[in-house]
C-alpha cells in the first residue's frame, strides 16, 4: 500500500491545516470550548461545505471517492488542533456503519443527510460491563402494533448531545439489531456531560423509547458495526498521532526558552533522551497507523490482528508522550491555559476509548492467526 499523498490528498491536508489554524486557534478554541455542544454550527457547515464528511465514502454511496487515507488525513490535523467537533463519532464511525448496510430508504436517507451536514449521527452502543463486545449487549428492542422500542441501558454515546439521530445496537429475539431514534424523542432519558477532552457525551436509561428498526439481520447488523469500528479505531489512531505531534514540538519550543541552573533546559542530556523517546514513540505509532490502514484492506483474524495491534501501540505511545509533555513542563504543564495539558487530556481519553492497551493485547492473544472466527471489534463511541 502506497501512503504517499496524490495531488488531491496533499490539497486536502494543505486546506484542513489552513482551516484548523484559523478556526481552532488559542482564542477561538476557547469560544467553541465556551459555547457548548451547540456551538459548532457554523464550524460544522464549513466541513459540509468543503465536502469532508463524505470524504472517506465511495461515490456509490454519495461520497466524494476516498477512504481511510482521508479519513486519517482530516483527523490527523483535528488531533493536532483539538478539534471538538463530532467528526469521529458522526462522520466516521457512524456514517462507515450505516453505510456497510444494504441500501434502502432509512439507509440512504441518514447517509445523504451526514454527508451534506444537514444532521449530526451518534451511536449509543456502549453498556456498562459489557467491554466492547457485541455478546454483551442487554438492551432490548420489542415489536408491538405501534412499532419498534427499545428497554436497557447505554453509556459514553459520545457526540450524542450534538446529534439529530442516534443509532442503537440492541437485543432481539433473532440476535442484534441496529435501530435509529430521534434524538428529541430519546433527549428526556439521557444525562449528557462534557468529557474530560472537553468533547461531549450522554447516557441514556431507555424506557419503551420508540425506535425505526436499521437492520434485523443478526449477522448484517454485526458486520456493519465492526466495520464502523475499524474506521473508527484507524481514524482515532490518526488523531492521536496528530495531538503527539504538537505536544513535542510545544516541549521542544518549552525547553528552548526554559532557563535552569544557567542554561536552557534543552542543554540537559536527560532532557534529550526524554525528548528522544517521545519521538520515537510518535514515529512507532505513525508506523503501526500505516499498518493498521492497510489492514482494512483483509479480513478475520489477521485484520483483527493488525487492528489491535494499533491500538496496543498507539495507546502505550499516546500515555508516554503525553506524560513527558506534562512533565517537562513542570507545574504550568497542568494548568487550563496551558495547551499541552489539553493534548494530555485528549491523548488520556484515546488511550481507553474504544478498548485500552491491556483489552487489544488480550485480543490478538486470543485470536488464532489463521482463525476465520476470530471475534469481530464491537463499536464504542
Known amino acids: 500500500m502506497d501512503f504517499r499523498l496524490n495531488t488531491e490528498q ?4 494543505d486546506t484542513v491545516a489552513r482551516w484548523c489554524a484559523n478556526a481552532y486557534s488559542g482564542a477561538a478554541r476557547k469560544q467553541r470550548l465556551d459555547a457548548g455542544p451547540e456551538g459548532g454550527t457554523a464550524l460544522w457547515a464549513d466541513m459540509s461545505a468543503m465536502g469532508w464528511h463524505g470524504a472517506g465514502v465511495g461515490e456509490s454511496d454519495g461520497g466524494f ?36 448496510l444494504p441500501e434502502g430508504d432509512l439507509r440512504d436517507e441518514l447517509v445523504a443527510g451526514a454527508i451534506a451536514g444537514e444532521h449530526v449521527l451518534a451511536i449509543a452502543h456502549v453498556e456498562d460491563g459489557n467491554g466492547e463486545e457485541i455478546a454483551g449487549i442487554r438492551t432490548a428492542a420489542t415489536h408491538t402494533h405501534a412499532g419498534w422500542h427499545v428497554d436497557g441501558s447505554k453509556s459514553f454515546a459520545v ?3 450534538c446529534a439529530r439521530k442516534i443509532l442503537l445496537s440492541a437485543r432481539t429475539t433473532s440476535g442484534i439489531g441496529l435501530f435509529v431514534a430521534d434524538a428529541d424523542s430519546v433527549a428526556p432519558m439521557s444525562r449528557p456531560y462534557r468529557t474530560l477532552d472537553n468533547l461531549h ?5 431507555l424506557t419503551a423509547a420508540p425506535v425505526l428498526a436499521m437492520e434485523l439481520d443478526s449477522r448484517r447488523a454485526e458486520a456493519a458495526l465492526a466495520h464502523g469500528m475499524a474506521h473508527a479505531l484507524v481514524a482515532q489512531c490518526a488523531e492521536a498521532v496528530g495531538a ?11 525547553v528552548r526558552t526554559r532557563r535552569q541552573f544557567g542554561q536552557t533546559l534543552n542543554g540537559f542530556q536527560s532532557v534529550q533522551h526524554r525528548l528522544a523517546d517521545m519521538l ?18 483483509r479480513d478475520g483474524a489477521q485484520r483483527v490482528r493488525a487492528l489491535s495491534a494499533m491500538k496496543a501501540v498507539v495507546a502505550r505511545a499516546a500515555l508516554f508522550v503525553g506524560r513527558q509533555a506534562i512533565q517537562l ?39 488464532a492467526p489463521d482463525d476465520p472466527d ?6 464504542t463511541p
Open 201 to 205: 457525551a450522554a447516557d441514556y436509561r
Open 10 to 13: 496533499q490539497a486536502l491536508a
Open 65 to 100: 471517492g476516498g477512504g481511510v487515507v482521508e479519513n486519517a488525513i482530516l483527523m490527523e490535523a483535528f488531533g493536532r488542533a483539538l478539534v471538538v467537533e463530532p467528526f469521529l463519532s458522526s462522520s466516521v464511525l457512524a456514517l462507515q456503519t450505516l453505510v456497510a
Open 329 to 367: 513542563h513542570g507545574g504550568m504543564g497542568i494548568t487550563e491555559d496551558c495547551f499541552v495539558s489539553h493534548l494530555y487530556r485528549r491523548l488520556f481519553v484515546i488511550a481507553g476509548q474504544f478498548g485500552n492497551e491491556s483489552f487489544h493485547l488480550s485480543r490478538m492473544a486470543r485470536t
Open 159 to 161: 457526540g450524542a448531545p
Open 244 to 254: 503527539m505531534d504538537t505536544a513535542i514540538s510545544l516541549t521542544v519550543d518549552y
Open 280 to 297: 520515537v514513540e510518535a514515529e512507532l505509532s505513525r508506523s503501526i497507523l500505516y499498518s493498521g490502514m492497510a489492514a482494512l484492506t
Open 374 to 379: 476470530a471475534p469481530q471489534i464491537a463499536p
